[in-house]
């Protein structure tokens, strides 16, 4: 029985590096692909809280108070007027310059 010499032929290294090689490429496309995902998901996350804020704050005058009209502002376009039945008025104002939307009560 003649024994082999122990060892590693040269097709066997390429071929252990070439299939080492293409498992790490298609480890870090996973990790790019994932952290895409949580990056777009971090970010629909903010835009639900931000619209959330938004409803809440325009929709607190609403439960305390009894809408008798709507009209634009005087002098500005993004913006809503509610006039209230006990005489108050508040404005909604939408500054799409500094992406903003505040409320004034007058």
């Given at each position: 029985?003649?024994?082999?010499?122990?060892?590693?032929?040269?097709?066997?290294?390429?071929?252990?590096f070439s299939l080492t090689l293409v498992v790490v490429i298609l480890?870090?496309?996973?990790?790019?692909?994932?952290?895409?995902?949580?990056?777009?998901?971090?970010?629909?996350?903010?835009?639900?809280?931000?619209?959330?804020?938004?409803?809440?704050?325009?929709?607190?005058?609403?439960?305390?108070?009894?809408?008798?009209?709507?009209?634009?502002?005087?002098?500005?376009?993004?913006?809503?007027?509610?006039?209230?039945?006990?005489?108050?008025?508040?404005?909604?104002?939408?500054?799409?310059?500094?992406?903003?939307?505040?409320?004034?009560?007058?």
């Amino acid at each position: 029985m003649i024994k082999r010499e122990a060892g590693f032929t040269v097709i066997e290294l390429i071929t252990t590096f070439s299939l080492t090689l293409v498992v790490v490429i298609l480890l870090l496309q996973i990790i790019v692909v994932l952290k895409d995902v949580y990056v777009n998901k971090v970010v629909v996350n903010n835009l639900i809280v931000k619209r959330g804020l938004m409803t809440e704050k325009i929709m607190d005058d609403f439960d305390d108070k009894y809408l008798e009209g709507t009209s634009g502002c005087l002098g500005l376009n993004n913006c809503i007027s509610f006039i209230w039945k006990d005489v108050s008025v508040t404005e909604l104002i939408v500054d799409k310059d500094k992406k903003h939307i505040h409320t004034m009560v007058l």
